[in-house]
Structures are given as structure tokens and as C-alpha cells.
């Protein structure tokens, strides 16, 4: 059977980092990506690596202190994260897609399976 598992979350201070990884067993898809729903929140769009030429996406609030890569070799995605701030407080998911799809990179629908999530806390 087919499924993520994301590991890599804990708790930090206001400007500490940590490192997400998400094993796909079924190994890696056209669309890899991360999400994040914080409580009483909707799930958004964090990072992706998309295409055959790999093109990155990221969130605005993120950039330039989160890097998303993977390691086919490894068949897992990673979402390094620096400089955390509180806001970034949520439970973090991994998510994949396949070729086709009706929906850009950024939209929660572009993927269709997903991980468990792993939870990141950062205190001030």
C-alpha cells in the first residue's frame, strides 16, 4: 500500500529550525508538496517540487527561510525550515500528485494522497 510519513517535527524557539522528512513508499510523484493547517485554520500551500524540470514553489511567508528538496534515492521530500517564527506553528503534511491534474501546484486538490502530518510548535 501506498503511503507518506512525515517525521521531523517538535517543538523550538523563535528563530530555531527543524528539518521535515516524508518517506513515500510507493516512491516519488510528479507533484510533491507540503501543507500546513494550524487550529481553526484552513490547510495551505507551503512548498512543491513539480515537473520533470523539478520547478520549486514556495508560499510567500516562507521564502528565503524554508528550502523544500528531495532525494529520489530515497524515495523522501524535505522541507528545511529556518528562522521559525510562532505564526509557523501548525501540524505540518506531506502530499503527492500525479501528471495530471486540473489544479495548480498551490491548491490542496493537486494532490491526492497524503501523509498523517507531524506537528510543529514554536514558541516565543
Known amino acids: 500500500q501506498v503511503h507518506l510519513v512525515e517525521s521531523g517535527g517538535g517543538s523550538v524557539q523563535t528563530g530555531g529550525s527543524l528539518r521535515l522528512s516524508c518517506a513515500a513508499s510507493?516512491?516519488?510523484?510528479?507533484?510533491m508538496g507540503w501543507f500546513r493547517q494550524a487550529p481553526g485554520k484552513e490547510r495551505e500551500f507551503v512548498a512543491a517540487i513539480s515537473g520533470t524540470d523539478e520547478h520549486i514553489y514556495y508560499e510567500n511567508s516562507v521564502k528565503g527561510r524554508f528550502t523544500i528538496s528531495k532525494d529520489s534515492a530515497k524515495n523522501t521530500v524535505y522541507l528545511q525550515m529556518n528562522s521559525l517564527k510562532p505564526e509557523d506553528t501548525a501540524v505540518y503534511y506531506c502530499?503527492?500528485?500525479?501528471?495530471?491534474?486540473?489544479?495548480?501546484?498551490?491548491?490542496?486538490?493537486?494532490?491526492?494522497?497524503w501523509g498523517q502530518g507531524t506537528q510543529v510548535t514554536v514558541s516565543s
Open positions: 510507493g516512491g516519488l510523484r510528479y507533484a
Open positions: 502530499a503527492s500528485g500525479g501528471y495530471h491534474s486540473d489544479y495548480i501546484v498551490y491548491d490542496k486538490r493537486r494532490f491526492d494522497l
